[in-house]
Every structure is written in structure tokens, then in C-alpha cells.
């Protein structure tokens, strides 16, 4: 715990410092206008199970159509480069001559790089992504964007001061059962939202784990400072390397791996940037493996205008790993009723009754029954191969590349996510409430 709180008094210093470093590559050397017939050559940074799932088969659905290949990958273990040359030999979206860069400033210095796709380590993903817009490339970046809000304050300052196109990974914003859903709220006809209440259960003990590659990696075939970027120096733990969502400040768990795509939906429904307060609670209850991060997971928000205390509403978010029973779940609730984006059914039910309402003067507020726009239901299973929110988001991002238009998940949409999920993660480290103070864009301990 003591490590916990240091890390976060101690990250805006090394972030600073290891910022100086994206000043090596100069936007105006490698940046063009992409024309409707160039070729768009795209870098990979990382070469993870989560970009061989389901980031490579959504961007080769596409590439022929929109033109669009993989020039090359940088990734700091020598196997992951190999495994990726192996991956894309006889793939028609990759370049024949297939580059194998060490590390990003290999791949950033090369000239014929106009975009990248970051799947890294989670607290990896925001100062890359800086480093990658500071060099001219348009981005797409896995979620959680951040995992500090030093990191992400970098990031977010980086993109907004260039002209690249940056499409952060949060996929329910490419998906029409959610713009479906996102456009009956914005109507007025659902009313103001009450509550929302989510979940994401699992039974997965190895879930983030990696065994039989912690056995196999070896410190010499890979880069540990370069690994670590920003992160206290440890010595070498191939755990950290390959099980980084176990492990924090690698990551913060459950929060930015699953929480980042559902809150993101709050904010995109509400209009809100960020929550007003946060308390959360949880505990390593079932899978005592040397874990950090916890397998068990509550937080309770409070949002709302800053302005005006008297409106808002509360989410209540939980997940854990060890029972499975109610899976993803993300219900929207009003006093006329719910929206159900497990079902995609928008219905009455919960909303006011004839006889509550008659009990106290007033008229029923009830919602019709209606089916939202058809939409995938969200897997919990980790290879979720090319599923097609992920697909419709990479072709989003394409189709941006190509008419400089802002996508669907923009950087600012990351930093949003990003600081409710540091609020609710300082909140179960410190045990205190977590308050954003909007003024200062900063987060306070109550």
C-alpha cells in the first residue's frame, strides 16, 4: 500500500522526464498528406494476444478496401518479433518486406511509417501514444489510455497540440445498439438517468495469466529498462512483463481493463466528463497467486453537473473473478424505466405505476417497450477473435486516417475514462473518498 501511494506522489517527476524524450522526433519530417490512392503503411506497437485476436483480423477485413497494410512491428522481445514476421508471411494486409524494429524509436525514425496501432502494456499506452503523435503518425490506442493522470495529462496535451488522427480503443462507440441507445437518451424521451448499475463477472483463474511464457522469457531477449518506461526501476520480474494487469502500477486491474469500456459509455450518455466523487472497495479474495491487483471489485460514483449539486445520478459498477453468474451487464435506469443493453430492449420496467403515481397526484411516467438497434452482445471471453464492435471501430479509424475527420473515440474521450477510473483505483488503494476537483483538473482525497 505504502509503494501504492509513493508511486502516485512520485509519477509526475518521472513522467516529465522521460517526456523530454519524444522531442527526438520532429512531426514535419515524416508527416503527409495522405492522398485517396496512397497506400497507408501502418506500424504495429506490440505485438499482444489482444492485437493477434481481434486488432489484426478487424484491420485485415478492411485493408484492401480502404488500402491500408502493415509495414512492420516494434515489440521488445525478440520472440514476440519473430511470432509477428511468422504471423503476417502470408497475409495479403502486410508488406512483403516486413520490418522488425526493437523498440519505437527504431520504428519512429523509419520514414515509411503514417500510422500506428499501440497494444502494449497497459500503463504503456498514454506516453506512447504522445511519443507516436509527436512523430507525425495517426494512433490507434488500446484502453485504458491512462493508468495516472500524469501519463494521461501528457498524452492528451501531445494530441491535442498535433493534427493526428487518435482513436482510442473504447469499441462500444463504433457499436449501433449503443448509438441507438445513445440517441433515444439524447431525445429527452428516456428522462433524466437515476442510476446505472454494471457489472462483469468471470470464473477464470488463469485469466491474465501467462505461465508457460514466465517460464520461457529470459531478461536477454527482451529490453526491461525500456519495459518499465516510466515505472519505478525493480529488478528484472517476468511476471510484471507478462501478467501486467496482476500487478500495479502495470496496471490497475479490473478497472482499466473492463470498467474503461463501461464507464465510457456514462460519459458518452450523460455529456459528463468525469465523476464528482468516487468510493470503491475490494479485496484478492479467491486467487491467491502473488497477485496485487484485486479479483474482486466495487465502486459506487456520484455524477453530476459541478455546478449543481442538487442533479445527477450514481453508478453502481462490480466485477469479479470468481463466479461467473450475470457476466456483462449495463442497465440505464430512469423513473419511466430501463434501457437494457444486455438485451438491447429499452421497457417500463421499474418506471412510475398508475397507482404510485395516482397516490400522490401525478400521472404515470411509463416508457414504451421497444428494441434498440441490433448490436453484438459483449463477450467475456479473452480471444474474442474479430468481433464486430472492434471491426466498425478500426474501420472508423480508417476512414478518419483517410478524411482527417475526428473519430468516434477521440483522445479526449481516453482522458475521460481514464480519470474515473485513477479516482475509483486511488480510492481502493487509500481507502478514502475521491473527489475531481473540474477547476484544477486534478484529484483529491476527501
Keep these: 500500500m505504502n509503494e501504492r501511494r509513493e508511486f502516485i506522489k512520485k509519477t509526475a517527476l518521472a513522467t516529465a522526464g522521460l517526456a523530454v524524450g519524444t522531442k527526438a522526433f520532429s512531426a514535419s519530417s515524416y508527416n503527409r498528406i495522405i ?72 520504428l519512429f525514425a523509419r520514414k515509411d511509417v503514417d500510422a500506428v496501432i499501440i497494444s502494449t502494456a497497459d500503463f504503456q499506452h498514454a ?28 498524452a492528451i496535451k501531445a494530441v491535442e497540440a498535433s493534427k493526428q488522427i487518435v482513436q482510442v480503443g473504447s469499441q462500444r462507440r463504433s457499436a449501433p445498439n449503443y448509438h441507438a441507445a445513445y440517441d433515444f437518451i439524447k431525445s429527452g424521451k428516456f428522462g433524466d438517468i437515476t442510476t446505472v448499475e454494471m457489472t462483469w463477472n468471470v470464473n477464470q483463474p488463469g485469466r491474465w495469466r501467462r505461465k508457460k511464457l ?37 496496471s490497475s486491474g479490473i478497472p482499466g481493463q473492463w470498467m474503461a469500456h463501461q464507464i465510457d459509455t456514462v460519459h458518452w450518455f450523460s455529456g459528463l466528463d468525469a465523476p464528482r466523487s468516487v468510493v470503491a472497495n475490494g479485496g484478492i479474495y479467491t486467487w491467491k497467486d502473488g497477485r496485487t491487483n484485486v479479483d474482486t471489485f466495487s465502486a459506487a460514483f456520484d455524477y453530476g453537473p459541478f455546478d ?35 438485451t438491447n430492449e429499452i421497457s417500463s420496467e421499474g418506471g412510475l405505476s398508475e397507482k404510485q403515481a395516482a397516490s400522490m397526484g401525478m400521472k404515470a411516467n411509463l416508457l ?41 473515440a477521440p483522445a479526449r474521450v481516453g482522458f475521460n475514462h481514464s480519470v474515473a477510473n485513477i479516482m475509483a483505483t486511488t480510492a481502493l488503494h487509500t481507502g478514502k473518498r475521491v473527489v475531481w476537483d473540474n477547476a484544477k483538473k486534478e484529484i483529491v482525497t476527501a
Design 214 to 250: 514466465v517460464d520461457e522469457i529470459r531478461q536477454e531477449d527482451t529490453d526491461w529498462d525500456r519495459f518499465l518506461m516510466n515505472r519505478p526501476k525493480v529488478a528484472w520480474n517476468p511476471r510484471y512483463y507478462l501478467e501486467f494487469r496482476l500487478f500495479y502500477p502495470y
Design 35 to 106: 492522398g485517396s490512392n496512397d497506400r497507408v503503411r501502418v506500424g504495429i506497437v506490440g505485438f499482444s494476444d489482444r492485437f493477434r485476436s481481434s486488432l489484426a483480423p478487424s484491420f485485415g477485413g478492411h485493408a484492401k478496401k480502404m488500402n491500408f497494410e502493415f509495414m512492420g512491428v516494434s515489440d521488445l522481445w525478440n520472440r514476440r518479433r519473430d511470432e509477428a514476421e511468422d504471423y503476417f508471411k502470408n497475409k495479403d494486409f502486410a508488406a512483403k518486406d516486413f520490418v522488425k524494429a526493437r523498440n519505437n524509436e527504431e
Design 368 to 408: 414504451p417497450s421497444m428494441s434498440l438497434k441490433s448490436g453484438a452482445k459483449v463477450s467475456t471471453d479473452a480471444n474474442t477473435g474479430s468481433d464486430p464492435m472492434t471491426s466498425l471501430h478500426m474501420l472508423n479509424w480508417m476512414e478518419c486516417i483517410r478524411s482527417r475527420k475526428e473519430t468516434n
Design 127 to 154: 506516453l506512447i501514444c504522445a511519443q507516436a503523435v509527436k512523430s507525425g503518425r495517426d494512433v490507434y490506442v488500446e484502453k485504458p489510455f491512462a493508468e495516472s493522470l500524469d501519463d494521461a495529462k501528457v
Design 308 to 342: 449543481d449539486q442538487s442533479k445527477g445520478f450514481q453508478v453502481i459498477y462490480s466485477s469479479r473473478f470468481n463466479n461467473s453468474a450475470g457476466g456483462v451487464k449495463e442497465y440505464y435506469f430512469s423513473n419511466g424505466g430501463m434501457i437494457n443493453l444486455d
